[in-house]
């Protein structure tokens, strides 16, 4: 069993959405000052690094992140190579040659590349799925969405694609870092923390290979 | 395929260690507000509710919590009944009759019921693992050790075994939820979130039933 790590590392110069704060990370107590033990105290918008979405981040009154089903964050799932595409429209996604009955679908793209410096500037025009995409991952039963930069959806088009995935139950991850990543199936496990209410969290998402 | 969910919820109201700041929780954004999307910022001890203890947590200049192994933190788990046991010694331990070769053990002991109400008081007279305990585990091959309240050590002796076990890089998760767990072997996966340089995280557990 070898178990590959999809998850960005969060620290202080992570890149991170426009306007939002970044991560702050400080020291409750520290074994350098003489104390017994040395503990973090960690600050974040719970949209930093690889994430959950809830549907509560773009639907009021809508579910929220605890309540995510286990059972989709945990199963087969397939890696696809979209690294020629640069908008995943619906004919985008009809071309990938996605089998029938895929259920958790993870998007390679070139925005993987921008994890190799994970300190860059936000990149605006990172490839995303489009309300077109959005609604063929719907149509094709697709359950779970991951992708390789911080929004599913274009910087141009943000609301369409969340309302539409978010509305249907569709769990959207973000900030997957697939570099490396041969395409194809995989287990995959996407644990979000449990916090309660809220819009979304930041995960540790893990594919398996048996 | 059935998932247990161990976790505690994360909420400003869950019990934290003695001095600990409480979990802040606030929004950047709110639907509410009329701002497009909903986003939560938090602010929390690492070592709260389920969470896993890196060696720099009690060793300085040790490994910190970004590398533990992965193989460590997935794979086969016992769960065994010590609901009887008010201190997990070396004879305690020796007493649950634990197979040789198990790698991953979670001890559901009187501590989880103190999560029927996960708002009460700190309770120093939780079961801990003493240092024989903690030798115990070493000495028979175990990997991982899973606890259901905050600490894996005793309140009256909470430095021997955390650097006896983080020595031996014997992986701590502590506030795990057993609740209604039979006894038994599962797939277990801990999911601690990936921070930079941290003394620990907190953590996504379940265990699964095949």
Redesign the interface.
């Known amino acids: 069993?070898t178990?590959h790590?999809i998850?960005?590392?969060?620290?202080r110069s992570l890149v991170v959405w426009p306007m939002?704060?970044t991560v702050?990370?400080s020291h409750?107590s520290h074994?350098?000052k003489g104390e017994?033990?040395?503990?973090?105290?960690?600050?974040?918008?719970?949209?930093t690094?690889?994430h959950v979405d809830a549907p509560?981040?773009?639907l009021?009154g809508q579910s929220t992140v605890?309540t995510l089903d286990?059972?989709v964050l945990?199963g087969p799932a397939l890696v696809v190579d979209a690294r020629s595409i640069e908008r995943l429209t619906a004919d985008a996604l009809a071309s990938l040659n996605i089998p029938p009955g895929t259920e958790r679908l993870l998007v390679l793209t070139r925005n993987s590349e921008l994890w190799n410096d994970n300190t860059h500037p936000f990149a605006e025009d990172y490839v995303g799925v489009d309300a077109s995409g959005a609604q063929w991952l719907i149509d094709n039963g697709v359950r779970l969405i991951g992708v390789d930069y911080l929004s599913v959806a274009p910087y141009d088009e943000?609301?369409p694609p969340?309302t539409l995935l978010l509305g249907a139950d569709v769990v959207i991850v973000e900030g997957l870092d697939l570099r490396g990543i041969k395409p194809g199936e995989y287990q995959f496990?996407c644990?979000?923390?449990?916090?309660?209410?809220?819009?979304?969290s930041?995960?540790?998402a893990?594919l398996?290979e048996t």
């Open positions: 069993m178990i790590d998850t960005l590392t969060i620290h939002s704060p702050a990370l409750l074994q350098a017994d033990a040395t503990v973090t105290y960690m600050s974040l918008n719970v949209h690094g690889t509560r981040h773009f009021a605890e286990l059972d945990v943000l609301e969340h496990v644990l979000p923390l449990k916090i309660a209410d809220s819009d979304g930041p995960a540790r893990i398996i």
